[in-house]
């Protein structure tokens, strides 16, 4: 059974710092792209962040770039978001995605998200 579990969302004061981690079963965990979305109240999901399966490459949203950090441990089956210099605007459920493509077979999971609220 294909798992991604989210933790580590919560409320923080603007300017402060979270950890996420998202940790997967179920499937071959090294093998597949880990993103971190976000989604907030009447919005669409968007990309925050991706990493590829060897950690080699990451992307971030330029909304996010130089404040968040995404990084795996294979080992662990688990992939971090590292999110300093919070604001307002970074509230949102943030949830835990992974994609494989093999052939013409596309692999894509989902994480139930974790709350994060940043308000004073």
């Known amino acids: 059974q294909v798992q991604l579990v989210e933790s580590g969302g919560g409320l923080v004061q603007p300017g402060g710092s979270l950890r996420l981690s998202c940790v997967a079963s179920g499937f071959t965990f090294s093998s597949y792209t880990m993103s971190w979305y976000r989604q907030a109240p009447e919005k669409e999901r968007a990309l925050v962040a991706t990493i590829t399966s060897d950690g080699g490459i990451r992307n971030y949203h330029d909304s996010v770039e130089g404040r968040f950090t995404i990084s795996r441990d294979n080992a662990k089956n688990t992939v971090y978001l590292q999110m300093n210099s919070l604001s307002p605007e970074d509230t949102a459920v943030y949830l835990c995605?992974?994609?494989?493509?093999?052939?013409?077979?596309?692999?894509?999971?989902w994480g139930q998200g974790t709350q994060v609220t940043v308000s004073s």
């Open positions: 995605n992974a994609v494989w493509i093999k052939g013409i077979g596309l692999y894509n999971y």
